[in-house]
């Protein structure tokens, strides 16, 4: 049975005694997050080209970025203007924030339209994103599993249903990768909305 505890406070992960994410399992309600899921169906979805090893090809999903003004975004070598949040993102937007106690400004959504999309593993230190990177990726529609691996240790997943959100603090990504990899079993599509600081402006000074 669910407690009060369940939806307002977080599962925290450490590791060796630091602190790497919080995870809230009921950040919004089916009802909520099912809206939500249908008003993220109708951004404006780019599946963009990348060069991996002088090849190009499409990225293995959709995305797209949107943020306050003057947060730009690079990716694969091209710099992209975020679309303007509109008021429903904004509100949801700092609604994330009070509860990670992060001022997120923008916001990359990734759609996996079914379990044949992906995410490679990475970290997100990008340089825009300053000495303490800060993301929080509130899921929606069907459950896919994050797997989070640090140094030589074991992997870590979390499954991730519709309507919860992972904080990854700056350690997760110092220290540790991730990846969203396919799944062929899974049918149906999920949405991520992954909630960034960004450093306003950082690409654009002289
Ligand atoms: O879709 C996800 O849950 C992961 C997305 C991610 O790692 C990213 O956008 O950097
Ligand atoms: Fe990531």
Redesign the pocket.
């Given at each position: 049975m669910m407690t009060l505890d369940d939806y307002l406070l977080p599962q925290r992960l450490h590791k060796g005694g630091v602190e790497l994410a919080r995870y809230w399992s009921h950040f919004l309600s089916e009802e909520q997050a099912d809206q939500l899921l249908g008003r993220c169906r109708n951004l404006h979805w780019q599946q963009p080209r990348v060069r991996v090893f002088g090849k190009e090809h499409l990225i293995p999903r959709q995305q797209c970025w949107l943020g306050e003004p003057g947060c730009q975004y690079r990716y694969s070598g091209t710099l992209l203007d975020p679309e303007p949040l509109s008021p429903w993102l904004d509100a949801l937007m700092l609604s994330v924030s009070q509860h990670c106690g992060v001022r997120y400004n923008t916001v990359?959504a990734?759609r996996y339209r079914d379990g044949g999309d992906k995410?490679g593993w990475?970290s997100?230190n990008e340089p825009e994103m300053g000495a303490e990177p800060q993301?929080a990726?509130l899921?929606l529609g069907a459950a896919r599993p994050?797997q989070l691996r640090c140094g030589e240790g074991q992997q870590q997943e979390f499954v991730?249903p519709h309507g919860s959100l992972l904080q990854l603090l700056p350690e997760a990504q110092r220290r540790c990768k991730?990846q969203?990899p396919a799944r062929a079993a899974v049918h149906g599509e999920r949405i991520?909305l992954?909630f960034r600081r960004i450093t306003p402006g950082y690409w654009s000074r002289g």
């Open positions: 990359l990734n995410m990475h997100d993301v990726i899921s994050l991730m991730h969203l991520s992954t």
